[in-house]
């Protein structure tokens, strides 16, 4: 049994840890509250996008818009969110996890798959710990997160889907559910498909005479999807961490409280043992 030198020193150590921990919940906690408003924000920008696709999509004739065409699937984008740093649960490791997972089922099919990862955690794992062809990364984006680097995302996935480099993109995020619950996620953007119930009636317009009208409004979608999943990710991380940080604080809190119980086991110990020699000298004595 450690002597209560060695125990009071592990108390004092991880009544930092504890401050440290607690500081990091708190700031957490703030930012989601941040992350969050912005996110809601977001999510009714990119449906608006999305229904405005969808609607160019079942009005105009596909055939003749090569970013409506569906092509036979040999090769896979994914696009990867995580996080820059750690800390933060098992936030990342699901998303490592969930991606292995699809990579696997779509290869035994014959089909390639190809990266491109948003954060440190996913670009250091897949660059060298799997086999996966990492084609882009994109790091240290946690000051970033915001509508130019959606833009920046977009126009490389978009100029990939256009130049028939791959032929389905899937991004793949933690969607904020609540502050205990994030849910790995793959939304596939390209190729827009959109499914309506039979008989649902259609307005007759067409979009001219300028054709770029469209390129402009996949490219916008496809941006505000981008820019969506950021945020879901972003709010997710900070709902992850200040998870992660509270469960800290609290294994810190039961393993101060039974140092605490075994100092004073010790201390006891050591006072009766003194007693027992001090009551011993005396019967010597007489």
Do not use: W
């Amino acid at each position: 049994m450690p002597g209560m030198r060695e125990i009071k020193a592990k108390i004092k150590s991880l009544k930092g840890t504890k401050r440290i921990t607690a500081a990091m919940k708190a700031v957490s906690a703030a930012k989601l509250r941040k992350a969050q408003a912005d996110l809601f924000n977001v999510r009714p920008y990119a449906k608006v996008m999305k229904g405005i696709v969808e609607g160019l999509y079942l009005r105009e004739n596909p055939a003749i818009h090569s970013i409506f065409k569906v092509r036979p699937v040999k090769r896979i984008e994914l696009v990867v969110f995580s996080s820059d740093k750690g800390l933060c649960g098992a936030f990342n490791a699901n998303i490592i996890r969930a991606v292995n997972n699809f990579a696997r089922e779509k290869m035994e099919n014959g089909i390639e798959i190809s990266l491109t990862t948003v954060g440190n955690k996913a670009s250091q794992f897949f660059s060298k710990y799997s086999d996966l062809k990492v084609r882009k990364e994109i790091r240290d984006i946690f000051r970033r997160i915001g509508l130019p680097l959606a833009n920046e995302i977009s126009e490389d996935l978009y100029l990939g889907y256009i130049s028939e480099y791959f032929d389905e993109v899937y991004l793949v995020y933690n969607r904020f559910v609540n502050a205990l619950n994030q849910e790995v996620t793959f939304e596939r953007i390209l190729p827009l498909s959109v499914e309506i119930p039979e008989g649902t009636p259609i307005a007759e317009y067409t979009v001219g005479p300028d054709e770029s009208v469209v390129e402009e409004a996949v490219k916008s979608y496809v941006s505000s999807i981008v820019l969506r999943a950021l945020k879901e990710s972003e709010t997710s991380e900070h709902a992850a961490r200040m998870t992660a940080m509270d469960n800290a604080t609290k294994n810190t809190e039961d393993l101060i409280r039974k140092l605490t119980i075994s100092f004073n086991k010790a201390r006891q110990a050591a006072i009766t043992k003194e007693l027992i020699e001090i009551t011993t000298a005396i019967e010597a004595m007489k």
